[in-house]
């Protein structure tokens, strides 16, 4: 592999279109399982390179050790953590209230960026795993519809048209079964339920999309949690470091050093001389912190960020696809585009609130998201253009 192929799996990893790639999510989606997950991958290279390659924790050793004595030692503290005591304590006697104040993380945090890195990629592969099982495969009609900008010949545009006007209309012929007359209500009953898990119910792929909108909620609130079990110690957490460094910032544009990121610690070994057991106490500095303390500031800034975010849109989604008003305004919106009288309009219009599937309304919602928007307005005509040859009632 050459360096521009290298470049051009990274373009796409983090979320730009490459020939070949589809888009079958929103923008905000692609926030956390694209965009975040290249940076936490990003972030754990980079530590895994300065734990492996450089030089993370440098301790100021007895001067009756040589250099052997001091390679062990920083090796030594590094595997088995320090503990930190601000300056202006004593440092406790104790044993056990030393190992309160022990940092336990830096020696797992590129393996944690990893863990969080896949907890950010899983509801991105349960929507493909599921997605196209639904009856739309939504990726593929937003590369069609994105083909369509390319083409100067109407007859190559009506061609993605009558395609997309195709996968549309057989998924609308797959969700009336439930609804046919002729049919007992316990009949009608049980095939909604059954069909509703082969996704035949109209909204089910609607439905999917909110339930892997959550589990994106969840697992920010999850992942904030756990980086407070996780990197908190002794009186210290997490939340709190991410809010006084976030005021500090604000009030003079200055980074302190953090209590949860100690720059200076303390480590506790013993060493063999002559059958003999010693006891040293060594001061070191955790250079790698000093990166540590950056990184997950960003992180924690844009975790609360990105929640805030998901949050209000997922609540905007809902109320545009799952209330009919809004799914009124958005018909109304497009067919105002299309050239016909007044009564062909408004017929048009019953006809799409009356029968048209929440499922083809959000495909064709997410296809103007990611592609030409222009292109929607002439998909909904050309539906209902059918529906008037095939003499059906409108």
């Not at 040589?66 to 920083?74: C, F, G, Q, R």
């Not at 056990?96 to 899983?122: D, G």
């Not at 599937?357 to 998201?369: C, G, H, K, M």
């Amino acid at each position: 592999m050459n360096f521009t192929e290298v470049i051009d799996n990274a373009k796409r990893f983090a979320g730009k279109r490459q020939k070949g790639d589809s888009y079958d999510d929103l923008l905000i989606d692609r926030l956390h399982n694209r965009y975040t997950v290249a940076v936490l991958v990003c972030f754990c290279i980079a530590i895994s390179t300065y734990q492996f390659a450089g030089q993370p924790l440098e301790c100021w050793v007895p001067a009756q050790f040589n250099d052997n004595y001091e390679v062990y030692t920083n090796l030594l503290c590094y595997i088995q953590n320090t503990y930190h005591v601000p300056r202006h304590e004593i440092i406790p006697k104790d044993p056990e209230l030393r190992r309160e104040r022990t940092l336990k993380y830096y020696q797992w945090i590129n393996f944690v960026l990893l863990l969080q890195a896949l907890c950010f990629s899983l509801p991105r592969i349960i929507w493909q795993s599921f997605n196209d099982r639904i009856g739309i495969s939504i990726g593929n009609l937003v590369d069609v519809s994105n083909e369509c900008e390319s083409y100067d010949e109407e007859d190559n545009r009506n061609k993605v048209i009558q395609y997309i006007s195709d996968c549309l209309e057989r998924y609308q012929e797959y969700v009336s079964i439930a609804h046919r007359p002729g049919v007992s209500l316990f009949e009608r009953i049980y095939r909604r339920f059954r069909l509703f898990c082969h996704a035949r119910t109209g909204a089910s792929l609607a439905c999917l999309y909110i339930f892997i909108r959550i589990l994106y909620i969840l697992n920010l609130i999850l992942q904030i949690l756990f980086l407070q079990y996780f990197l908190s110690y002794h009186d210290i957490n997490y939340i709190e470091y991410g809010f006084n460094v976030f005021k500090k910032l604000l009030s003079d544009f200055s980074l302190p050093e953090s209590r949860l990121f100690p720059r200076i610690t303390l480590c506790d070994f013993q060493i063999r001389e002559l059958g003999e057991r010693h006891k040293y106490t060594v001061e070191c500095i955790l250079v790698i912190n000093i990166f540590i303390e950056k990184m997950y500031f960003l992180l924690w800034l844009w975790f609360a960020i990105l929640l805030i975010i998901t949050i209000f849109h997922t609540i905007h989604i809902i109320h545009q696809i799952f209330f009919r008003h809004s799914r009124n305004v958005y018909l109304a919106q497009h067919l105002e585009l299309i050239p016909a009288s007044h009564l062909t309009r408004r017929k048009e219009f019953r006809y799409y609130r009356r029968y048209f599937p929440i499922d083809n309304l959000f495909t064709l919602w997410v296809i103007s998201a990611n592609s030409n928007s222009l292109i929607i307005a002439e998909i909904i005509d050309e539906l209902f253009q059918r529906k008037l040859r095939n003499g059906s009632e409108v």
